[in-house]
């Protein structure tokens, strides 16, 4: 079985505040990737990386970083994190070889 | 932009009927299609993948590709009140840099009554 892991199921945190939220992967995937979920807007991906130490941007990474140091830890950073970045984080991991990705169990973060 | 589309729903079936979902894509060149299930609360589940045009069968689920004219659904048999859950469908685009993206519909809400 697939197995995605992520650093923490809720996160309250203050404005300003430097965020990090982790994921690590145990199948040796190629491909991670950060999303994030908000009602009425779906899935959108935040980064991505399909190798060690490489990186990608998706669809909304203004705010965010991230960094990929080993191939199975992919860590989402938010620099200076805002009550817009308010929502649930899913951390998804894909072989190279395939196409079917699978999510970790998500971070529901709240900024106040 | 390329767009997956879905109905929001609620989509309300009885226990045992047949629960059909459905989702449009823009993109022509989509090679690779998939379901996920959502349960309120908890991350995306993969429940079913179609590369090819034509049904693909799994138990109780059956998706449907029909690239010619653009959607896939997914056919829930013998539906249970357990399947109540939000589908999301999702298909895989080029990004670039040989590696691809999902594109995400922002789900159909199923609720099976018993």
């Known amino acids: 079985d697939v197995k995605v892991t992520q650093s923490s199921r809720y996160l309250v945190k203050r404005t300003g505040e430097k965020v990090f939220l982790e994921c690590v992967q145990d199948m040796d995937h190629e491909n991670m990737f950060w999303y994030r979920q908000d009602p009425g807007l779906g899935l959108r991906l935040i980064y991505f990386?399909?190798?060690?130490?490489?990186?990608e941007k998706g669809d909304i990474p203004e705010g965010y970083s991230v960094s990929r140091e080993k191939k199975e830890r992919f860590s989402l950073i938010l620099e200076s994190a805002s009550t817009n970045q308010t929502s649930m984080y899913l951390c998804a991991s894909r072989p190279a070889a395939t196409y079917e990705q699978y999510f970790g169990p998500g971070t529901r973060l709240t900024v106040t | 932009q390329k767009e997956v589309e879905q109905n929001s729903g609620p989509l309300s079936v009885p226990e045992g009927a047949i629960a059909s979902l459905n989702c449009t894509y823009s993109?022509?060149?989509?090679?690779?299609f998939f379901w996920y299930r959502q349960y309120s609360g908890k991350s995306p589940e993969l429940i079913m993948s179609?590369?090819?045009?034509g049904d693909k069968e799994d138990g109780r689920f059956t998706a449907q590709l029909n690239k010619a004219s653009q959607y896939v659904s997914l056919l829930i048999r013998d539906s249970q009140p357990s399947d109540s859950a939000t589908y999301l469908c999702?298909?895989?685009?080029?990004f670039g840099s040989g590696t691809y993206k999902y594109i995400f519909g922002t789900g159909t809400r199923l609720k099976v009554l018993a």
């Open positions: 999702a298909v895989n685009g080029a």
């Open positions: 990386s399909y190798d060690v130490k490489m990186k």
């Open positions: 993109d022509r060149g989509s090679q690779s």
């Open positions: 179609i590369y090819s045009n």
